[in-house]
């Protein structure tokens, strides 16, 4: 551009010169001032009427130029008038080097980011990220960094009240921003419910083990308020996991624990590790007199089934009690239930397998109702490989005739001794196998 200025002045000293021995040096006068003024128009009637002189039509050229791009100018401000910001700005981008048209761009940008933005619940707005762009690109031009930050906390909350809690997009920014108003006690509540959804989510154990040790990689270093409220969560989840006896969640999150440098964090580590090995212990010696019954069983029956209609040699096992089958899948009756109604009678149990064996894939074993009569119904579906640390909940139900009695449920896991296959067309209990109480 100071070019092009340089040019256009040289230009009127080379006209100047040569039309002032014709008499026409005036007109060229007039033409100076009347473009210094932006009044293009008036000059460019005057250079038309010296047109064929040399050097003339290059002003004439630059005369045609600026009226395009005053007008181009003002088609720019009547659409920003329009409140049609975007569409302003690329015109201004057009014409960037022309006037204030550079400015203009940032304060068209500016103008539409600031009434996108101007809503009382931004979740409700889709035009929102784009207006978040649009002042992170602004940088601080009219406070524009400052405008962002209280914006993006503002979306941030009403994320947290529209879905009422703090949902991981609003935590990411209360993270990022922890001084900035109350960011820090935000996240720090995020923390607590985290961990509290981590731990009573229906996971194995190992998968919540290997989150809650994932979260605190995500805690910023140099906040101990943040360190103490993940510790205490953890500690509260494995309070919870072993009043309910679960002890395979309690084992991991205590393992977390066990790396926390955080008062009564190894000892509530120890604890829930513990707790773990004593249940493993309990299930051995309940599994090893399961066999000496079975063994027992076998002896005194020679096909290994029980007696047509009794179950005195079967060991009844508890509900919301965990065992370990044969191929190391741990199994969980959760419920097991009868609702009886005038055609026939429905059993319903609802369960939860864990592959807990390493480097393994074990398929997963089935349920099956025998009766009285000695006769069985087998669990109908479809089922897959446990993966280690895989874990699957289901439910099923039988409808059983009124006039069938139910002796025990059975659950077989997928081995040589009792074999899915073989549990399927067997009609009498297997003492080896788990059984529980018909309710």
């Known amino acids: 551009m100071k070019n092009k200025h340089l040019l256009v002045s040289l230009l009127f000293t080379f006209l100047l010169g040569l039309l002032s021995a014709c008499g026409e040096a005036k007109k060229i006068e007039e033409v100076k001032?009347?473009?210094?003024?932006?009044?293009?128009?008036?000059?460019l009637l005057i250079l038309n009427e010296i047109s064929g002189?040399?050097?003339?039509?290059?002003?004439?050229?630059?005369?045609?130029?600026?009226i395009e791009l005053e007008q181009k100018y003002a088609d720019a401000l009547a659409t920003l008038d329009n409140s049609q910001y975007l569409e302003a700005a690329a015109l201004f981008e057009e014409i960037s080097d022309y006037k204030d048209s550079s400015d203009m761009v940032k304060n068209c940008k500016y103008q539409y980011a600031s009434k996108m933005l101007d809503y009382k619940d931004l979740t409700q707005n889709h035009n929102r990220d784009v207006a978040f762009s649009i002042l992170e690109e602004l940088g601080d031009y009219k406070g524009s960094d400052k405008l962002l930050l209280e914006k993006q906390y503002q979306y941030a909350n009403d994320l947290c009240n529209k879905y009422k809690r703090i949902t991981p997009e609003a935590a990411t920014f209360f993270k990022n921003h922890l001084d900035y108003e109350d960011c820090l006690s935000l996240y720090s509540e995020y923390i607590t419910e985290s961990v509290d959804n981590i731990v009573k989510e229906k996971s194995s154990g190992n998968v919540k083990g290997r989150s809650i040790k994932a979260f605190?990689?995500?805690?910023?270093?140099?906040?101990?308020?943040?360190?103490?409220?993940?510790?205490?969560?953890?500690?509260n989840g494995v309070d919870y996991c072993l009043e309910r006896e679960e002890y395979q969640k309690a084992k991991y999150l205590g393992e977390a624990l066990l790396e926390l440098d955080y008062p009564g964090a190894k000892e509530k580590g120890e604890e829930a590790v513990t707790a773990y090995q004593s249940m493993?212990?309990?299930?051995?010696?309940?599994?090893?007199?399961?066999?000496?019954?079975?063994?027992?069983?076998k002896a005194a029956s020679s096909n290994g089934s029980s007696a047509s209609g009794s179950t005195s040699n079967l060991t009844m096992n508890d509900?919301?009690?965990?065992?370990?089958?044969?191929?190391?899948?741990?199994?969980?009756l959760n419920s097991y239930s009868k609702n009886e109604t005038s055609g026939y009678t429905e059993y319903s149990i609802n369960y939860t397998l864990t592959n807990n064996v390493p480097d393994s894939k074990i398929m997963e074993g089935t349920f099956k109702l025998f009766f009285t009569d000695n006769t069985g119904e087998p669990q109908y579906g479809g089922f897959d490989y446990l993966f280690f640390g895989d874990s699957i909940n289901r439910s099923y139900t039988w409808k059983v005739l009124n006039s069938q009695q139910v002796l025990t449920l059975e659950y077989n896991a997928d081995d040589s001794d009792?074999?899915?296959?073989?549990a399927f067309f067997r009609n009498k209990p297997k003492a080896s196998s788990f059984h529980w109480s018909t309710p």
């Open 280 to 297: 493993l212990d309990a299930n051995a010696k309940k599994r090893e007199e399961q066999k000496n019954n079975s063994n027992a069983a």
């Open 319 to 332: 509900i919301g009690v965990t065992y370990t089958d044969s191929k190391g899948l741990s199994v969980t």
């Open 33 to 43: 001032v009347l473009m210094s003024e932006e009044q293009y128009d008036s000059a």
């Open 53 to 66: 002189y040399e050097g003339v039509s290059a002003l004439i050229e630059e005369c045609n130029v600026q």
């Open 216 to 235: 605190l990689q995500e805690i910023p270093e140099g906040y101990d308020f943040l360190y103490e409220t993940y510790a205490k969560a953890v500690m």
């Open 418 to 422: 009792t074999g899915l296959n073989g």
